[in-house]
Every structure is written in C-alpha cells, then in structure tokens.
C-alpha cells in the first residue's frame, strides 16, 4: 500500500500568518490527492482535490500544490477557525490511504 | 441537501461483531460509491472499504478477512460489519461517499465512536 507522511507533525504559528503543510506518497499518486481538515468531535471536511482545487465553499485562503509524490498545503493568512489537525489523502491506488495529520496550533 | 446518518452499538467485548448502518438522506443513492472509514484515538484516519450501488465492493486487505460491507437499497442504507473484533479496532468510525467525479470524500456521516473492552 500507500505510505502518507505528513510532515510536520506540529505546526505553531501565530494567527495571520502563512502555514505550510507537506505530505509526501511513498510512490507516485500522480494528482489523486485529497487535504481534509477535522476539528474535535467533527467529521473530516474536504478542502482539496485533484492536488489543488478547492472543494465546495472553501476560502481561497486555502491552496494545495504538487504532483506525484511531493504535496504541499498553504493557508495565506491563519484565521482563527483554521486551528485544527490536516489530513492527505492518495486516491490513486486502493487501499485508499491517508496521512497521520498535522497539528496546527496557534503560536 | 444530502445527509448521511450513521448509528451502531458504541460498546463492545473483544471477539463480538462491530456492525454499523449509514442512511443516505436528500439525495440519488445510485451512481455512487459509499465508504466506511476509521480513527483509532491517537491515529490518524484508516480506509476499510466501500460499496456502489449495484453491490461491488473494495475492502483494505488489512480488514478484508474480518470486514463485510452490504448495501439496502430500497432504504437507502449501506452497513458495516467487522467480526472477531479486538481493543485494535477502538475507533471512531464515519461513513462517507466519494464525490462525482473524484474518490475523494466531501461527504461524511457524524462518526460513531466504538470501544472494544472487556
């Protein structure tokens, strides 16, 4: 199967400011990728796919980049709301896949 | 707007069977596939399996000799049973379907939390 890593596992940063998430495949999902955001005691939401086109009513402050094994997640700008723990999903090959999430919390 | 709704025992003794049923409220249930997938505490999420309308299946070979997904059509309903389950398969467990046009997921059930203890 498809190894996600997620990288980091952590991430402080101050309201405002930019966040950069990275999620690398252990082989080649082409653009079959997929960021979720999950808040405690939600369900996953859908924030990107295809790589890079946000889903349904997502702010543009949210951008996904890549292709083949190397991913990046971008918040512009840190709202508050945006606190929460980011997930990548590979649908190129099954068993479907994700990774173990980064934590983002304020600074 | 569609809704998925998800229910199943929460509490459960090692070696029973995890069954849950996801119903599929306000929208088409053909022509698209519906999945189930889990978080253990501390872990991040884990794909078991999904199901289309006509009844093919797909399970994670982890999961696929303890895993069976079905599907009602005639209620709209998908479920999922994991047999001989053990403390491993403590999760929160949520059905989803993938979109049209993507398999990836903007549709989820609320989650149902299963804890497998003696």
Redesign the interface.
């Known amino acids: 199967?498809i190894v996600m890593t997620q990288s980091p596992a952590t991430l402080s940063v101050s309201p405002g400011e930019r966040a950069t998430l990275s999620c690398r495949a252990s082989q080649s999902v082409s653009s079959?990728l997929?960021w979720?955001q999950q808040k405690p005691g939600?369900?996953?939401?859908?924030l990107i796919?295809?790589a890079s086109t946000r889903?349904?009513g997502i702010p543009a402050r949210f951008s996904g980049s890549g292709s083949g094994t190397e991913f990046t997640l971008t918040i512009s700008s840190l709202q508050s709301e945006d606190f929460a723990v980011y997930?990548c999903?590979q649908?190129n090959n099954?068993?479907?896949?994700?990774?173990?999430?980064t934590k983002l919390e304020t600074k | 707007q569609v809704q998925l709704q998800q229910w199943g025992a929460g509490l459960l003794k090692p070696s029973e069977t995890l069954s849950l049923t996801c119903a599929v409220y306000g929208g088409s249930f053909s022509g698209y596939y519906w999945s189930w997938i889990r978080r253990p505490p501390g872990k991040g999420l884990e794909w078991i399996g999904e199901i289309n309308h006509s009844g093919s299946t797909t399970y994670n070979p982890s999961l696929k000799s303890r895993v069976t997904i079905s599907i009602d059509t005639s209620k709209n309903q998908f479920s999922l049973k994991l047999t001989s389950v053990t403390a491993a398969d403590t999760a929160v467990y949520y059905c989803a379907r993938r979109g049209s046009g993507t398999s990836a997921y903007p549709l989820w059930g609320q989650g149902t939390l299963v804890t497998v203890s003696s």
């Open positions: 199967e079959n997929a979720y939600q369900a996953p939401r859908l796919y295809g889903a349904t997930y999903q649908y099954w068993p479907y896949t994700f990774g173990q999430g």
